[in-house]
């Protein structure tokens, strides 16, 4: 019994033995090693190399070449597939081949080939194994030895952002690039170039001991606007200074559509970080502010990939390619001539002022005043110059009419508006009101609502025509806090405008208590307005009581309702009638604006920007006007700080102006 135990135990270890020296079959190891690809292990991928393989390419150059191909090229869904053949002879022989196939996504899209793998069995540390005879076709099958993989990227051309007749406001256009030739530059020039380039002589010397630059070759230094002939004739003057017209974004309206159009600059490594998913590349220009930063990806476009290998007789094989798709343009609504008038009537005033059709809702122009010119932006300000600008009082980087202010008296329509739909206000029924201030009661202590004009009583044509804020004080109180704020809401207030540029939303503020409340229904207190939803609100007295949505887009639908019948027919036409009054009564706040043939209605407004009663503060001075008789614009204009310069007088006399101009 126990021999044969033995005689079993015997059988069993030399069966153990002979299986544990048993060669891997030729497929296995190629499926080992496919998928080893698939997980990109290149490292232990090199172990399974042939010693003819590993003699033609170390282990660095193998991992590295890969490494560095998949990254340029932005491999991903790397697929390789390997099916084992069912009948297999070739395990009892010294060499073995298998086609495998490979599927992968690229910069340039799909890539897929199929490829034959030569494996050897090679002897190594006394084994026998199967070893790949690896070449570069591996990695592309049109890929040999001493040839080259190229990336060519075709950047797509800018879409340019339009006015309603097709002007450009953002166009592609060209500039001078400025530079010199190396090893020609006199110290005695440097000094003048440094002064015309706005470049300090250390910046310009770095540029030129580049370790790409070599002697004779063109150094570019800067980029200058074409329409700085001066400069150009004094730069070219210099004996080694070339120029050379290079293709650029230009802004043909220059400071008058700065804020409204924005412009563009190198992305950022910040941005890119978050752009990248979106096929922003690091030598990509992209919009900074404005509509150029609102509609940068379909102004951008989708850059052109070509992944060819270039061979060495200079023939290409082509290996993958996306077209090149050119960026939309962007047609607005804006009249780039009506922009230009504006803002050239503002001056140096610092403002905000707009326009639109008060019936289709189309938005003619978007100024803000003073502004920047977006052609040098986009080449670049030095730093003394962005200082200037970020340092100056007036703020001409800031977008003013997509901000929110204290509306004063051109409120008070709105408030009418409110008071008629309740019922709180009576249009017929006087008002007693004595003297150029009130309080409701002793309550409100020191505090008092003031007015301009005396009189009494005070009905709601005569409140509008003098602009009596205590009549719209005792409204707002009438009104109720309840439905005050219901009555804003109506008209917009809260709520933001579904419109192409980003704008604060206008606010009702705190009612808390009845001074905040009074103070509010004359466009004081906590209410503030951004100038397009002041326009559009003023349409509902145009349109029947119905507030048309205003548009920027000049594919958007025209005449959209925003908000349906905030105010009736009625009273609509009954407030149109009042505006009116205040531009063609001898004693109306806007009388200054009335033209003989061309009549204005409107609403004038001043105001105070300050923190309590008594306190010497600021103003800023409102006029919103339109013809009734012609509505096709509407002219709203806010000055800032005409405190002792005329009060609303400077807008009034200022949206006459344009008005003059443009009818």
């Not at 008002?431 to 505090?447: C, P, T």
């Not at 001898?586 to 105070?608: F, R, S």
Request: aromatic share 8%; hydrophobic share 40%.
């Amino acid at each position: 019994m126990k021999k044969l135990v033995g005689v079993l135990l015997t059988a069993v270890l030399i069966l153990v033995i002979a299986g544990c020296s048993k060669e891997p079959t030729p497929q296995d190891r190629f499926a080992e090693y496919i998928n080893l690809w698939n997980q990109q292990k290149f490292d232990k991928m090199y172990n399974y190399l042939s010693n003819s393989a590993k003699k033609k390419v170390s282990k660095e150059e193998f991992t590295g070449r890969y490494k560095k191909i998949y990254s340029d090229l932005q491999i991903t869904h790397l697929k390789l597939t390997f099916k084992k053949p069912k009948d297999d002879n070739q395990a009892d022989k010294e060499k073995a081949d298998y086609t495998f196939s490979a599927k992968m996504d690229s910069l340039a899209g799909p890539i897929s080939f199929t490829y034959k793998a030569n494996l050897k069995k090679e002897e190594k540390n006394d084994k026998k194994n199967w070893y790949v005879d690896w070449n570069t076709g591996f990695i592309f099958p049109q890929l040999k030895a001493g040839d080259k993989i190229s990336l060519n990227t075709i950047q797509p051309k800018r879409g340019e952002i339009l006015d309603r007749y097709g002007n450009s406001l953002a166009a592609n256009g060209q500039v001078y690039e400025v530079g010199v030739v190396a090893g020609d530059l006199d110290n005695s020039v440097l000094d003048p170039l440094s002064k015309l380039l706005k470049m300090s002589k250390e910046e310009i010397t770095k540029e030129l001991e580049a370790s790409w630059v070599q002697k004779g070759m063109f150094v570019p230094l800067k980029k200058v606007s074409m329409e700085d002939k001066q400069r150009i004739a004094q730069l070219v003057a210099l004996k080694p200074v070339q120029t050379r017209k290079v293709e650029a974004r230009v802004y043909p309206y220059g400071k008058a559509a700065a804020q409204l159009i924005g412009y563009v600059g190198p992305i950022t490594a910040e941005k890119l970080e978050k752009l990248k998913d979106k096929g922003y590349t690091a030598g990509d220009v992209i919009g900074v502010r404005g509509l150029e930063q609102v509609f940068d990806e379909q102004l951008k476009g989708t850059s052109g990939v070509k992944i060819s290998i270039k061979k060495a007789d200079g023939s290409e094989d082509l290996l993958a390619e996306k077209p090149v798709v050119d960026g939309k343009n962007i047609k607005l609504t804006i009249d780039a001539d009506l922009q230009s008038v504006i803002y050239d009537e503002m001056g140096k005033n610092a403002g905000t002022a707009a326009a639109m059709n008060p019936v289709t809702g189309e938005t003619l122009a978007l100024v803000s005043t003073p502004s920047f010119d977006p052609n040098q932006a986009m080449l670049g300000f030095t730093s003394g110059e962005w200082k200037k600008l970020q340092d100056d009082k007036q703020k001409p980087l800031l977008t003013r009419f997509s901000q929110v202010f204290a509306p004063g008296s051109v409120m008070k329509p709105i408030t009418a508006a409110v008071g008629l739909e309740s019922g709180s206000i009576k249009p017929n029924q006087g008002v007693a009101i004595n003297g150029l201030k009130w309080q409701k009661d002793k309550s409100w202590g020191r505090y008092y609502v003031t007015r301009v004009h005396s009189g009494s009583p005070m009905n709601l044509e005569k409140a509008l025509v003098y602009s009596d804020n205590i009549y719209f004080a005792q409204a707002a109180l009438k009104i109720g806090k309840a439905h005050f704020s219901a009555g804003l809401k109506k008209f917009g207030f809260e709520s933001e405008l579904d419109y192409p540029y980003p704008l604060e939303v206008s606010k009702i503020g705190g009612l808390d208590n009845e001074i905040l409340l009074a103070d509010s229904g004359y466009g004081q207190g906590q209410i503030q307005m951004s100038i397009v939803h002041l326009m559009s609100a003023y349409t509902a007295f145009i349109n029947k009581g119905n507030m048309i949505k205003p548009i920027l887009l000049a594919a958007d639908k025209q005449g959209q309702v925003f908000q349906e019948a905030v105010v009736s027919a009625a009273h609509a036409a009954l407030i149109a009638a009042d505006l009116r009054r205040v531009v063609a009564d001898p004693h109306g706040t806007a009388h200054a604006a009335d033209m003989k043939g061309y009549p204005l209605a409107g609403k004038t407004g001043t105001a105070e920007i300050k923190q309590k009663q008594g306190q010497t503060g600021t103003e800023n001075g409102w006029f919103i006007a339109y013809n009734p008789e012609k509505p096709d614009l509407l002219i709203a204009m806010m000055v800032e700080n005409v405190q002792k310069r005329g009060g609303s007088q400077i807008p009034v006399k200022k949206v006459k102006n344009i008005f003059t101009k443009w009818k």
